[in-house]
């Protein structure tokens, strides 16, 4: 599965683990640098000690590349993105908000930057700031949401840019890659099937909900605010959604959902918690290694894609 991401990046697989809050940390990056995809620390609004302290302790578990996802967003966001540098961290990707401040040092530094994007003027953007490779997200991902899907954002950007696009949302099995693969992607990034994995440390309510979820059972919460999340429906979402169709105000909305997402990670409270997951969580039947999940993933991609001219 040798594709122009894996060369870009030293990697065996075209397969991003995603790098989401509280769920993306060093075990779970380690695990899936290690069995040949490229492992994601999420650096959400942690601060720049906690973020180095993950980038150390996953180089002690694997020599192989792995990456953090930086959320510009974050109070943070200035000093992380030292820590990158400073760390010799190989790989970059960015969420909610705009990296260019940062482009220059991280490039001077070698590291390869791979924003997402939703649109196909932000992935022109960051083209022509710089950018390694983008990752073009639908909205059939989990937790903070575009509203283009998968199926039709992906093509429009790869038609836009010349650098690699890595498709995501949407994707849990070889199906899915494959069809990524069709579009013009070069590789994909998944994140709900891998919080379903044996390495991932997010409380086992959390992994329960995906493993049982069915088509249905995802909600986009803040369709009005401008921040839609997508979740798996529980009495959190239907309560912040009975709200916001009656007119709530951002700040009451706020309070719902005010440290859901470390309830549901941490706490385990599935009930009132944010258990953030994509559409894909009807697909993520049963709980695994990071090693047993890509060796599955590559075996059914490549029985659909034998004998075609979509990977060398």
Known sequence: MKTELTELLGIEYPIIQGGMAWVAEYHLAAA??????????GAANAPADWVRDQVRQVKKLTDKPFGVNIMLMSPYA???????????????????????????????????????????????????????AVVAEGTESGGHIGETTTLVLVPQV??????????????????????????????VQMGTHFVATEECHVHQNYKDMILK???????????????????????MTKEYL?????GASFEELEQL?????RRAVVDGDVKTGSVMSGQSAGLVKEQMTCAQLIQKLVKETDALLKGTAFYE
Request: aromatic share 2%; proline share 4%; glycine share 14%.
């Open 32 to 41: 899936v640098s290690e069995a040949g995809g490229l492992g994601l620390i």
């Open 257 to 261: 959902t005010l440290g859901g997402l």
């Open 78 to 132: 200035d000093e992380v993105a030292k820590v990158i540098v400073e760390e010799g961290v190989p790989v970059v990707t960015t969420g909610a908000g705009d990296p260019e401040k940062y482009m220059k040092m991280w490039k001077d530094a070698g590291v390869k930057i791979i924003p997402v994007v939703a649109s196909v003027a932000l992935a022109r953007r960051m083209e022509r700031c710089g950018a390694d």
């Open 158 to 187: 790869v038609d836009a840019v010349s650098i690699p696009v890595i498709a995501a949302g949407g994707i849990a099995d070889g199906r899915g890659i494959a069809a990524a693969f069709m579009l013009g992607a070069k590789g």
């Open 213 to 235: 979820a069915k088509d249905i059972d995802t909600r986009v919460t803040g369709r009005t605010t401008g921040h839609p999340v997508r979740a798996l429906r529980n009495q």
């Open 242 to 246: 009975k709200k916001e169709a009656e």
